[in-house]
C-alpha cells in the first residue's frame, strides 16, 4: 500500500466549530507532516512529526493541534477557525525527513 | 529561514515546445526534491538528487543538480498537454540534522495544443 488516505475531502465549518482532520498511511513510514497550502501558492509547511514525536511546529496558531496517535495515523484538530484559514490541508509521509514525501489527496476547508 | 528561489513563475509554451524552471539556494544544500501538481490535485514526488552535478532522466524529464549544490534545473523536451502542472522544487539542508525540505514557489506550466 503506497497511499496517504486523507478524510473528509471537503470541510465546512463555522468559526465557533471544532472538526478534526485526519491522515493515514501504512507504508512504515517515521516522518508524517501537515501542509497548509493557498491557491497558486506552495505547500507550507505547519508541522512535522517523526517516531510519533512533535519535531516541529512552524508557529502555527494554537488553533491548529496536531495529533499522532500511532506510527500509521496523524490528527489535525480545529477550534476557533479564522476565514483566513480556508485552504487546502494536505498531508504527507515519508521514511525519514530526508526521504521523498507522498502527499494525500488534502481536505478542502472553508471556514465560514 | 532558508529559501529556494524557483523561477519562472508561469510559463507558457506550444505544444512541443520545451521548458525549464530552475531553482536556486544562496546555502549548499543536501538535496533536491522535484514535485509535480496538476491542477486541483497533490503534490506528486519525481525525483530526488544528492550527488554534486548529478543528472537524471525519466523519458522526457532531465534533472540535473549544479556541481556547487546551490543549484537545480528541470528540462522537459517537447511538452505535451499532460505536462500541464505546477512544478515544485524542495530543498533540503542539514541543519540540526532534520533534513526537512523547503519548498520553492513553484513554475505553472501551461501547455496550448
Known amino acids: 500500500d503506497t497511499e496517504v488516505t486523507q478524510t473528509p475531502k471537503h470541510l465546512v465549518m463555522g468559526m465557533t466549530n471544532k472538526k478534526s482532520l485526519k491522515c493515514e498511511q501504512h507504508?512504515?513510514?517515521?516522518?508524517m507532516y501537515w501542509y497548509k497550502q493557498k491557491a497558486k501558492k506552495p505547500p507550507e509547511l505547519m508541522f512535522v512529526?517523526?517516531?510519533?514525536?512533535?519535531?516541529i511546529n512552524e508557529s502555527v496558531p494554537s488553533r491548529f493541534s496536531p495529533e499522532c496517535p500511532n506510527s500509521s495515523l496523524l490528527n489535525l484538530h480545529l477550534h476557533a477557525l479564522q476565514p483566513e484559514d480556508s485552504a487546502l490541508y494536505l498531508c504527507?509521509?515519508?521514511?525519514?525527513?530526508?526521504?521523498?514525501?507522498?502527499f494525500g489527496p488534502g481536505t478542502r476547508l472553508t471556514v465560514l | 529561514g532558508q529559501q529556494v528561489m524557483q523561477i519562472p513563475q508561469y510559463q507558457h509554451v506550444q505544444e512541443g515546445e520545451d521548458f525549464t524552471t530552475y531553482c536556486n539556494s544562496s546555502?549548499?544544500?543536501?538535496?533536491i526534491q522535484w514535485y509535480k501538481q496538476r491542477p486541483g490535485g497533490h503534490p506528486v514526488f519525481l525525483i530526488q538528487?544528492?550527488?554534486?552535478?548529478e543528472v537524471k532522466k525519466q523519458k522526457r524529464l532531465t534533472f540535473q543538480f549544479g556541481e556547487a549544490k546551490k543549484n537545480s534545473s528541470l528540462h522537459i523536451t517537447a511538452t505535451q498537454t499532460t505536462d500541464v502542472g505546477t512544478y515544485f522544487c524542495?530543498?533540503?539542508?542539514?541543519?540540526?540534522?532534520?533534513?526537512?525540505?523547503?519548498f520553492g514557489r513553484g513554475t505553472s506550466l501551461i501547455v496550448h495544443p
Open positions: 504527507a509521509s515519508s521514511q525519514y525527513t530526508y526521504n521523498e514525501q507522498f
Open positions: 507504508m512504515g513510514h517515521r516522518a
Open positions: 512529526y517523526s517516531y510519533e514525536k512533535l519535531s
Open positions: 546555502t549548499t544544500l543536501s538535496n
Open positions: 538528487l544528492v550527488k554534486s552535478g
Open positions: 524542495a530543498g533540503s539542508w542539514a541543519s540540526g540534522g532534520s533534513y526537512i525540505p523547503t
